[in-house]
C-alpha cells in the first residue's frame, strides 16, 4: 500500500499546484478547481497500477529478483527430478543412521 498511499498524496498535490496555477493564469475559481480536479484521477490511475503490479508479483521474483524457470545462473537446464529423488533419498537415510 506505500506506493498507493504516496501517488494518493501526489494526486492531492497535483490538484493543488494545478488550480493555483490555473487560477494564477486568469482562470475563475471554478474553473481552476476544475482543472486541477481532472488531473487527480490521472495520478490516482498511475499509482493504483503501480501498487497492482507491485503487490501481485510472485514470491519467486520477489525473494531472488529474478524469476526461477529463467533462472540463468544454471545454465536454463532443466532439473533432474530423477537425482532430486535420490539425493533426497540418500539424505533421508543419513538422517535416519544418525538417529
Known sequence: MPLLRFGLNAGAAVVVIASTASWMAG?????????????????????????LVVSTASPAETATGRAAAGDPSDGGQPVDLTQAHADRNTSADRQAAQA
Do not use: D, H
Open 27 to 51: 482562470y475563475t475559481v471554478e474553473v481552476a478547481l476544475l482543472r486541477g480536479l481532472l488531473a487527480f484521477p490521472l495520478v490516482a490511475f498511475a499509482a493504483f497500477f503501480a501498487e
